[in-house]
């Protein structure tokens, strides 16, 4: 896997990496036609009882086509956003990322959700429903006013930068093929019926038969739909990647080059700083960890930073799964035209907009801490 990642890099490092299309159609035209036989599934279990079979064949059928077209369905991100942001409670921040996505040429969140995570995120809640932004504040509370300004950036920038991954129509393709692969894969464990079975038992025959046939008939077809969801699920971590990529660039040219790339550097030191903070509630619960963080991250000598950071080409460090390995990303930054910031942080506006993120410090401190014990 690392080895496509790593080819897929070198071949990006010298291309455009907006979106060309081609891909995103033929994705599109396979994520269509996988939903299409969900929803053909639940139109068949209804239309079954405009037939004249019998009412128990009507029932059976019924049940069993509506189950699976259950099953398959589209799961839509659902977030909490009980405790969300909204312009009204964190004008500051609203006004901060609404100057950021006009830059970046994308849509502001509709709402900021706080996490204890060392990450953000962004996307959409259900089917054209509300941008969620997600940022975690122990990364927040890491990061410099420029940085935030380029983690801002880079959020922002996966509204435009056609991450087939978060779209709703591939995203979901994906798991709906993974599920149908699960539903037809049969059990080839020896079954109390075929034990039975094989002692004598009434239709023995027909009992063994029926169990020896099913993995004939249902392997095929679920490894055929397993191969189609591998296959559309590299097709969209190859888009990913490339969207990543986007995303860094879109934080380059607001932040600039070096903000971007600083950005990346804290997340190599993003799980220590963590458990510095999970330490000190332990030694003491009402410590102030954010200071304890801010404090650890000054505190980390230079040797130890090039110690992650050959660590981190070794293990290809990532942020998270969905994305590619840290160094490469900071690789293809300065692979690229050094950019200068289009906007500078202002001291002042990011102060309001940091108040009014720890306006949930308290519940993410219990959230760290029960992470910790």
């Not at 639940?42 to 699976?68: C, D, R």
């Not at 259950?70 to 909490?80: A, N």
């Not at 030694?283 to 000054?298: G, S």
Request: charged content about 20%; hydrophobic content about 45%.
């Amino acid at each position: 896997m690392h080895a496509r990642v790593l080819a897929n890099h070198d071949r990006l490092r010298s291309s455009d990496l907006r979106a060309d299309g081609a891909t995103g159609w033929i994705a599109g035209v396979l994520a269509v036609a996988v939903h299409l036989t969900t929803l053909m599934s639940a139109a068949i279990a209804v239309w079954v009882w405009t037939t004249g079979t019998f009412l128990g064949v009507k029932l059976l059928v019924s049940l069993l086509l509506a189950g699976i077209a259950w099953e398959v369905r589209p799961r839509l991100w659902r977030p909490q956003l009980d405790d969300a942001l909204t312009p009204t409670t964190a004008p500051a921040a609203f006004a901060l990322v609404d100057e950021v996505a006009a830059v970046t040429g994308s849509h502001p969140p509709d709402r900021i959700v706080i996490s204890d995570e060392f990450n953000a995120s962004y996307g959409r809640a259900r089917v054209l429903g509300k941008r969620i932004l997600v940022i975690g504040l122990p990364l927040w509370n890491a990061l410099e006013d420029q940085q935030r300004l380029a983690l801002l950036a880079h959020e922002c920038a996966h509204d435009v930068n056609r991450d087939l991954r978060s779209g709703l129509v591939v995203g979901t393709a994906i798991d709906t093929l993974r599920r149908w692969a699960w539903l037809l894969y049969p059990d080839l464990r020896l079954s109390r019926q075929r034990t039975w079975a094989a002692s004598g038992g009434p239709s023995s025959a027909l009992v063994m038969v029926a169990e020896f046939l099913a993995p004939l008939i249902l392997l095929p077809l679920s490894g055929t739909v397993g191969f189609l969801a591998v296959g559309l699920h590299r097709v969209a971590a190859r888009s990913g990647q490339r969207a990543e990529y986007r995303a860094d660039e879109l934080a380059a040219t607001v932040a600039g080059t070096d903000a971007a790339i600083d950005l990346l550097e804290q997340f190599l030191a993003g799980d220590a700083s963590v458990r510095a903070m999970q330490t000190a509630l332990r030694a003491n619960p009402n410590a102030d960890i954010w200071a304890r963080q801010r404090a650890f991250l000054a505190g980390i000598p230079a040797s130890q930073r090039e110690r992650w950071r050959r660590i981190a080409g070794r293990e290809q460090h990532r942020t998270d799964a969905s994305h590619p390995p840290t160094l490469l990303r900071q690789n293809m930054l300065t692979s690229r035209e050094h950019k200068p910031s289009r906007l500078t942080a202002n001291p002042e506006t990011f102060q309001s907009v940091t108040a009014e993120l720890f306006s949930r410090s308290a519940v993410i401190t219990r959230e760290i801490r029960d992470a910790g014990l």
